[in-house]
């Protein structure tokens, strides 16, 4: 699963690097948790930066708290789930981090370790959203991040992994005229071992409150 990312690279570099608009701002962020708001980008009309809130609430939910069950969403099921297949052919969207958290178990503890690409540059999830109104009028935009099988720097530490898009893969999942599951299930692959690193880091991440450059101590 994916429960904890980082986005400390600034904004602008942002969407130079995802070819759109700077019109979010934002402070460096070192504990990025479930519930709070995400860096996305979307293609709605035209690609562009949006801030959503991470974990699912589909459109026909009858309650908010779903979301809290929905931080992540299996590749291999996404076709076939009724939470998730319309949203693969039309609500598809990028979740910008550019390190992950996650927990491996080493003598009888879990040790937070934290995994970015080898250049630490940013990098998108794949990822589904969509838009909610709840009976005192709010409307609520979140999203879901896709995973898949680990790769074999990721098999050492957990048995799932988020799925990071190369940048040529980005640009088909956006694109909205690619709405059949056979064109954009194959997107969704474990992203190459010799390109990424993970090391041990603070246990102070463990706690979702907790923020700031010491966490990656």
Not at 3 to 18: P, Y
Not at 19 to 44: F, K, M
Not at 102 to 127: C, H, I
Not at 179 to 191: D, F, H, W
Request: charged share 20%; proline share 7%; with cysteine.
């Amino acid at each position: 699963m994916c429960g904890r990312f980082t986005l400390i690279t600034d904004l602008q570099t942002i969407a130079e690097v995802f070819g759109v608009p700077a019109t979010l701002e934002a402070q460096p962020r070192y504990n990025i948790a479930p519930s709070q708001e995400v860096v996305a980008i979307l293609h709605e009309g035209a690609r562009q930066m949006a801030w959503l809130r991470w974990g699912l609430i589909p459109s026909w939910a009858r309650e908010e708290a779903i979301g809290n069950r929905m931080i992540n969403a299996r590749a291999e099921t996404l076709a076939e789930k009724p939470s998730f297949k319309h949203l693969l052919r039309s609500r598809r969207c990028l979740v910008v981090a550019d390190g992950f958290y996650e927990w491996q178990q080493a003598n009888g503890t879990k040790r937070p370790m934290y995994v970015t690409l080898r250049d630490r540059s940013p990098f998108a999830f794949a990822g589904l959203w969509d838009q909610w109104s709840a009976a005192d009028g709010r409307v609520l935009r979140t999203c879901t991040i896709v995973t898949t099988e680990p790769n074999a720097l990721l098999a050492t530490i957990h048995n799932r992994m988020p799925v990071i898009l190369p940048r040529e893969a980005c640009e088909r999942w956006l694109d909205p005229t690619l709405q059949e599951a056979e064109a954009l299930l194959p997107l969704l692959r474990p992203y190459p071992a010799e390109e990424m690193q993970a090391r041990p880091v603070s246990r102070l991440v463990n706690d979702p409150h907790n923020e700031g450059a010491a966490l990656l101590a």
